[in-house]
């Protein structure tokens, strides 16, 4: 039997438009039906310019907010190099991307989108995936540019920091920073569409919204050294799970992968993903690429078979590329047909800020930071949060008790005195 992966809703959520309107509804909600919103940016002007105010909603839950006021949104192809708002794509084109180049008289940016939890419930986790691309590259001098990823949560709706001067209120997030791919050469236009001038990224937010509660996405394009790159996003798309939704998978079906996800850490690539039913299902074969588009095999792992409950898969890729990589699976049946999963990508760090050891362990953690730590959660495969501590003052060295969990494996989540957040796996047993 053909076997097929599903996500759920997933063709609502593409058959669904928004269509842009002045008067657009201040937030997407989030409902306990369709869990997933997208948006591909191209309602935005494919030629000259158009009006997108700061703070107001070109289109829904969207906004965008400048340092210095102007009002325009321009349409550019890559050959322009003045900063401000731009509607990047190739001339003519409704394929759109929403990007900016900053500088001293344009000012700076940040694309915020605002989300209102209306499950009934909290959600525990939400997944960000979109693409960053380069349709500019100003000057020889200028160094990587990039676009950071900041959210914040909120009971109401005005209680968001939409100010340059600070980041309070912000947490960031950098496995979703884009950092542009070209740079040190003289400047010219480049193509934000083709593979080596983007990139995917994904990430899972262990975080927990109370229902009624807003979260507001921001991307922040700073004015940085020398003359700006043009940098965009595309294709955003959020999908949101509560702890029912999370748990409660229909049976029987047939296969369906409920989610693929990838985390990276300085030593490699764990690779999770579970299944929500099979049906003659052989094997998994995991796949990997430095680019997104040529993939080879590194690993099988054996299916279940027949079966109509829940399973869970995990993979270790113990020697990882450095850099981005990108991850997928190909699903073979029992006759030997397949199929493939989505494709997930994954950054390595080069670095590592927080270090959190043991990473099995039986009684405790020893957790240690440079920067310090103010917040620590412990969350398990399912979002939802075991452990929770505050500290008054950030703290560089600290010993976490997690002797009282259950055994298997959790996430540690860290936020340090900069707002920016630190994401460690472990193993109780």
Known sequence: MKTTFTTACKVAIL??????????????????????????FNGLPASGTGVWESGAYYFPGWAVYRSIANN???ANNGSGNTGGLLSYGA??????ALGSIA?????????????????????????????????????ISAPQHHLTFWYAISSDIS?????????????????LKFSGPKYGTKGTELDGNAADNRELLRAVLQIEVPTGHYLMLRWLDSDEKEADHGLAIDDVTV???????MMQMPAPLPVELAYFRASASKEHVTLKWQTASEDQNSHFVVERSHDGKLFESIGMVEGKGTTVVSTNYTYLDLVPLPGTSYYRLKQVDEDETYTYSNIVAVTRSVTQEVAVFPTITSHRLEISSGTGVQQVMVVDAMGRSHLK????????????????????TYVLVLLDIEGKRHVKRFVKQ
């Open 91 to 96: 001339t003519g084109s409704t394929e759109r």
């Open 72 to 74: 325009l949104i321009t």
């Open 159 to 175: 209680g968001f920091n939409t100010t340059f001067k600070s980041n309070q209120g912000w947490t960031e997030v950098s496995e």
């Open 389 to 408: 501590e505050q500290y008054q003052s950030a703290i560089t060295k600290y010993s976490l008790d997690v002797s009282r969990l259950d055994s298997g």
């Open 15 to 40: 058959c669904f438009t928004l269509l842009i309107n002045t008067s657009a509804a201040a937030q997407i909600s989030m409902g306990p039906r369709i869990n997933t919103y997208s948006q591909d």
């Open 103 to 139: 500088s001293a008289n344009a000012g700076e940016f940040m694309y915020t989108l605002l989300l209102q939890n209306n499950t009934g419930t909290a959600i525990q986790a939400v997944e960000v995936d979109y693409t960053g691309e380069q349709w500019r590259l100003i000057n």
């Open 239 to 245: 999908t949101w799970h509560t702890q029912p939704q």
